[in-house]
């Protein structure tokens, strides 16, 4: 049986599929077969011989800057709708955004990252090893889009909203600390630097 050539057009648009589905119905999921299929794609496109390779100093050739990059906008433009969605939102209901799209989020790109865990150990390895910089690994990598395309735009109404609410529960008013724990929480997460 003929197999198609593995290329980063070949395998994206299946890649890209899953992601979105993971990313926007989060608690639909996505059968295991697909979750290994779309592994495979990653396994396969990073491994295939058309693929762009980039030679490491111990001499091991691995693919994958183009599909990293891909990856990469793909963020960027699922970023830029969250945001989006943002706009116009203030104080609780930019909160309970904030908190649903942090929640789904951060768990999406958890199984992103065990997608792409390929790409992870060889590609990304190498480059870090061969010192290049702003490269991470799939899950760091999400949580640096997510403060530089999302989180830098929205902290200030955020940190005011969250203020508000800690001062109205300082006043004695019921007030959503699950809420606050998670936003809050989500700072001290985009604060540290855990791909270092």
């Known amino acids: 049986m003929y197999k198609a050539p593995t290329t980063l057009e070949n395998v994206w648009p299946a890649l890209e599929d899953g992601m ?11 059968p ?59 104080e609780l209901s930019l909160l309970r955004y904030y908190r649903l799209e942090w929640e789904k989020y951060t768990q999406a790109m958890k199984r992103v990252n065990n997608m792409f865990q390929y790409l992870n150990r060889h590609w990304i390895k190498r480059e870090a090893e061969d010192g290049t910089k702003d490269v991470y ?24 909203a969250l203020l508000d609410q800690i001062q109205r529960d300082r006043d004695g008013e019921d007030v959503d600390t699950s809420l606050l724990k998670v936003v809050i929480d989500s700072y001290g997460m985009l604060s540290m630097d855990p791909w270092l």
């Open 137 to 160: 690994e799939v899950y760091p990598l999400s949580l640096v889009l997510w403060r530089e395309k999302f989180f830098v735009d929205v902290h200030k109404r955020i940190t005011e």
């Open 32 to 90: 295991f077969s697909e979750w290994m299929t779309l592994y495979t794609h990653v396994h396969d496109y990073c491994t295939s011989s058309r693929t762009q390779r980039v030679e490491s100093r111990n001499g091991a050739c691995f693919g994958g800057e183009d599909l990293y990059a891909k990856l990469v906008h793909f963020l960027e433009q699922h970023l830029s709708r969250i945001l989006s969605g943002s706009r116009g939102l203030m």
């Open 20 to 30: 979105s589905k993971l990313l926007n119905e989060f608690c639909s999921g996505i």
